[in-house]
């Protein structure tokens, strides 16, 4: 009897860890730091502004690149970054975007891609999302920070709290 409760219980847990995966690259670098330690108790917060472009969109969801663009904007604002808005204007080229950053005062600009914003078909119509983010210096186009990320959920939940968490994730690396 034990024997079989244990092979229910270990094939339930088979079952629910199955439906929700996620994958994560960045590089080794991290964001830079908003807050800097000034001694044991006190932090300082530094100027890091960043200008913030829609991100691409490789897939057939309507204004995917702008949603995700957005939840990424918001993450970094709570995160205490200060952040300049593009997320309405035409997706410019890279050289473009540095121009744009540059005119607006920032040391970094963020730019990427969505390439998977949907709900897979079948009974439970599980969100899945696959984004990738870069963050560049304004000064000279230099690549300071990268994450490429995917991550699937459960049917109850949603595209834009799957984006926010594996965002989330992404920007904590």
């Given at each position: 009897m034990?024997?079989?409760?244990g092979l229910v219980s270990l094939a339930l847990i088979s079952a629910f860890a199955?439906?929700?995966?996620?994958?994560?690259?960045?590089?080794q670098k991290?964001?830079?730091?908003?807050?800097?330690?000034?001694?044991s108790t006190t932090q300082e917060k530094k100027d890091v502004k960043i200008t913030i472009f829609r991100l691409n969109n490789y897939t057939d969801t309507p204004r995917a690149g702008m949603r995700a663009a957005?939840?990424?904007?918001?993450?970094?604002?709570?995160k205490g970054y200060d952040v300049k808005?593009?997320?309405?204007?035409?997706?410019?080229?890279?050289?473009?975007?540095?121009?744009?950053a540059k005119d607006d005062?920032?040391?970094?600009?963020?730019?990427?891609?969505?390439s998977e914003w949907r709900y897979k078909t079948g009974i439970d119509g599980e969100p899945a999302v696959s984004l990738q983010v870069s963050l560049y210096k304004t000064k000279n186009a230099k690549l300071v920070w990268s994450a490429t990320g995917s991550d699937s959920d459960w049917g109850n939940?949603?595209?834009?709290?799957?984006?926010?968490?594996?965002?989330?994730?992404?920007l904590a690396n």
């Open positions: 034990k024997f079989t409760k199955g439906c929700s995966t996620s994958s994560l690259v960045t590089t991290s964001l830079p730091n908003v807050y800097e330690d000034v001694n957005n939840i990424l904007e918001g993450i970094l604002l709570t808005s593009r997320l309405k204007d035409k997706i410019p080229s890279i050289k473009k975007a540095r121009k744009i005062g920032s040391k970094y600009f963020m730019y990427g891609g969505v939940a949603s595209i834009g709290t799957t984006a926010q968490d594996l965002l989330d994730e992404m």
